[in-house]
């Protein structure tokens, strides 16, 4: 999905939803495996695009990890990897997406609803479980009223991304960014909110930007749309 890639790295840990099961890493006896300390599952759906995909993630304790497997609800083994040379400290975090189908049934074929579960072994050999709950349920997505998609001369300051109300949601999530520029600024709002306003100085004129807006469910699965707005040549 063009921009799921569209929210970066760093702040996907704040978009998670209920679908993750984050649990601060350890064991709970001498012998008990220890908890991933973020292991989750959801779908996110680019409605602009009209595609939809997968996206798992996990995270392990202070350890890399040289172990890494999920599993279905139905039993199969859906990811499987390793680091055989324990040079390289292993992998502390993973990030993994589906291809992006535009038919959604055959995505839930794929991914049924259910308990997905993680297990790791860390380089220094200690054993992680965790898991995460799939929803198949997607939030309707909201639309920009303000500016309007694909608006031009927009001004650089005072400029406040506003959208229609959707009902039963635990957040928006809010982006703009110019990849030309390397700026981009995401921040994640109450899922009442209305609007959002964009910081004065981000925005220079006579630029294109893509701005991106997400409702999210209480399960953390996501629905976007996208445009792209160009700034005034001068303020």
């Known amino acids: 999905m063009n921009r799921r890639t569209l929210v970066p790295l760093t702040a996907l840990l704040f978009l998670l939803g209920a679908s993750s099961v984050a ?3 350890g064991a709970a006896g001498p012998d008990a495996p220890g908890r991933f300390a973020l292991a989750s599952i959801r779908i996110e759906q680019n409605v602009t695009d009209r595609d939809v995909e997968i996206v798992i993630e ?3 304790g202070e350890d890399g990890l040289a172990k890494f497997t999920v599993v279905s609800p139905d039993g199969r083994t859906l990811i499987e990897v390793s ?4 040079s390289t400290l292993g992998m502390r975090q993973f990030r993994f997406e589906s291809p992006e189908p535009k038919n ?3 995505l839930k074929s794929a991914y049924p609803e259910g308990v997905y579960r993680f297990s790791g072994v860390s380089a220094a050999g200690a054993e992680l479980q965790g898991e ?3 929803s198949h349920r997607l939030p309707g997505p909201a639309a920009l009223a303000r500016p309007r998609p694909d608006a031009r001369n ?3 300051n005072s400029l406040e991304i506003a959208w229609s109300r959707v009902e039963n949601l635990a957040a928006h999530v809010v982006y703009v960014e110019q990849p030309d520029l390397g700026v981009e600024i995401t921040a ?3 899922g009442s909110a209305t609007s959002f306003a964009v910081p004065d100085g981000f925005l220079v004129a006579g630029t294109e930007y893509q701005v991106g807006l997400g409702t999210v ?7 976007f749309v996208e445009t792209t707005i160009r700034t005034a040549e001068k303020e």
């Open 23 to 25: 649990l601060m890493a």
């Open 132 to 134: 995460a709950r799939l």
């Open 104 to 106: 959604i049934e055959s």
């Open 188 to 190: 994640r709002v109450a």
């Open 217 to 223: 469910t209480a399960e953390g699965n996501m629905s």
């Open 83 to 86: 680091a055989p040379d324990a």
């Open 154 to 156: 927009v001004p650089i």
């Open 58 to 60: 996990a995270k392990g």
